[in-house]
C-alpha cells in the first residue's frame, strides 16, 4: 500500500484536463473557451478538474462570454471550486479583453455616423449590470479626442451633473462632444428624463459654444440615436 501512489501528475491527465500543455503545444487558438477559462482557475478540486468547473460557470451563462463578464466576484465564487483569487483572475482577463478591443477599433479618426460613436463606445458598455454615463469628446475636424465616465449608478438610472460634463469638454479642449448611456434592461427607448437630460446639454452646449452632436442609449442589442432619430 505504501507504494501506491495516485496518478495525479499532470502527464497522467487527459488532453482535455491539460490546457497548457495544449496551449504550448497546439497554439491558443485550439483552445476551447472552458480550456481557457482553466488555466485562469489553475486548479480544480478533488471532485472535478478545472476544465469541468470552467464548463460548468459557463453553462450557467449560457455559454456566453459577454455575460461572463458581467458576473462580480460574488457571484463567482459561489460556485464550489471558485475562491476570490480565482474570481478576480477571471474578472481580470476578461477586462483585458475588453480593453484590447477598445485600443484596436480607438483611431484619430473623424466620426461621422452615429455607428462610428457605438464602435468607440461599445466595449465599455455592452455587459454592464448597472448603468453608466459617458462623454464622447471631439476636435475641430469632428475626430475622436477622448472618452470619459461621468458618473456611475445603478440598474435603473444614474445621475448626470452638467457641470461636470462641460469642465471635461473644457479641459480637453472639445470642439463638439457626444454624451453616450446605456440601459442595462435592453430597453433601446429613451425615458423622459433621457430628453430632458438631452435638451439641457444642448442648451448648455450653445452657451458653452460646445455643441452637442448627439446622445447615444446603448444595449447589448444595439443602440438609439437621437440624432438619427432627429429628436435632439
Same mark, same amino acid.
Given at each position: 500500500?505504501?507504494?501506491?501512489?495516485?496518478?495525479?501528475?499532470? +502527464?497522467?491527465?487527459? *488532453?482535455?484536463?491539460?490546457?497548457?500543455?495544449?496551449?504550448?503545444?497546439?497554439?491558443?487558438?485550439?483552445?476551447?473557451?472552458?480550456?481557457?477559462?482553466? !488555466?485562469?482557475?489553475?486548479?480544480?478540486?478533488?471532485?472535478?478538474?478545472?476544465?469541468?468547473?470552467?464548463?460548468?460557470?459557463? %453553462?450557467?451563462?449560457? &455559454?456566453?462570454?459577454?455575460?461572463?463578464?458581467?458576473?462580480?466576484?460574488?457571484? $463567482? %465564487?459561489?460556485?464550489?471550486?471558485?475562491?476570490?483569487?480565482?474570481?478576480?483572475?477571471?474578472?481580470?482577463? $476578461?477586462?483585458?479583453?475588453?480593453?484590447? +478591443?477598445?485600443?484596436? &477599433?480607438?483611431?484619430?479618426?473623424?466620426?461621422?455616423?452615429?455607428?462610428?460613436?457605438?464602435?468607440?463606445?461599445?466595449?465599455?458598455?455592452?455587459?454592464?449590470?448597472?448603468?453608466?454615463?459617458?462623454?464622447?469628446? $471631439? &476636435?475641430?475636424? #469632428?475626430?475622436?479626442?477622448?472618452?470619459?465616465? !461621468?458618473?456611475?449608478?445603478?440598474?435603473?438610472?444614474?445621475?448626470?451633473?452638467? +457641470?461636470? %460634463?462641460?469642465?471635461?469638454?473644457? /479641459? #480637453?479642449?472639445?470642439? @463638439? !462632444? !457626444?454624451?453616450?448611456?446605456?440601459? =442595462?434592461?435592453? #430597453?433601446?427607448? =429613451? @425615458?423622459?428624463?433621457?430628453?430632458?437630460?438631452?435638451? #439641457?446639454?444642448? *442648451?448648455?452646449? +450653445?452657451?458653452?459654444?460646445? =455643441?452637442?452632436?448627439?446622445?447615444?442609449? %446603448?444595449?447589448? /442589442?444595439?443602440?438609439?440615436?437621437?440624432?438619427?432619430?432627429?429628436? $435632439?
Amino acid at each position: 500500500m505504501d507504494d501506491y501512489k495516485q496518478p495525479f501528475g499532470i +502527464k497522467s491527465w487527459a *488532453e482535455e484536463d491539460r490546457p497548457r500543455e495544449k496551449l504550448l503545444g497546439k497554439g491558443r487558438h485550439v483552445l476551447t473557451e472552458a480550456e481557457l477559462i482553466a !488555466i485562469l482557475i489553475g486548479s480544480g478540486s478533488k471532485d472535478e478538474t478545472a476544465v469541468e468547473l470552467s464548463k460548468r460557470i459557463l %453553462i450557467s451563462v449560457g &455559454n456566453n462570454l459577454n455575460e461572463l463578464g458581467k458576473l462580480s466576484v460574488q457571484e $463567482l %465564487i459561489k460556485f464550489k471550486g471558485v475562491g476570490e483569487a480565482k474570481a478576480i483572475s477571471i474578472i481580470a482577463a $476578461l477586462e483585458l479583453g475588453r480593453r484590447r +478591443k477598445e485600443t484596436e &477599433n480607438i483611431k484619430r479618426e473623424r466620426i461621422t455616423t452615429s455607428k462610428d460613436v457605438f464602435e468607440i463606445m461599445k466595449s465599455s458598455m455592452l455587459d454592464l449590470p448597472h448603468e453608466e454615463f459617458w462623454l464622447v469628446i $471631439l &476636435n475641430r475636424a #469632428n475626430a475622436f479626442i477622448k472618452k470619459e465616465l !461621468i458618473s456611475r449608478g445603478g440598474v435603473t438610472g444614474t445621475v448626470v451633473d452638467t +457641470k461636470i %460634463i462641460f469642465k471635461a469638454a473644457v /479641459e #480637453n479642449y472639445a470642439s @463638439s !462632444i !457626444i454624451i453616450c448611456h446605456n440601459h =442595462p434592461s435592453g #430597453n433601446l427607448k =429613451p @425615458s423622459d428624463a433621457d430628453i430632458k437630460i438631452t435638451k #439641457n446639454i444642448k *442648451e448648455a452646449g +450653445k452657451i458653452m459654444e460646445i =455643441p452637442l452632436a448627439d446622445h447615444l442609449i %446603448i444595449t447589448d /442589442e444595439g443602440y438609439y440615436s437621437f440624432a438619427d432619430e432627429g429628436i $435632439l
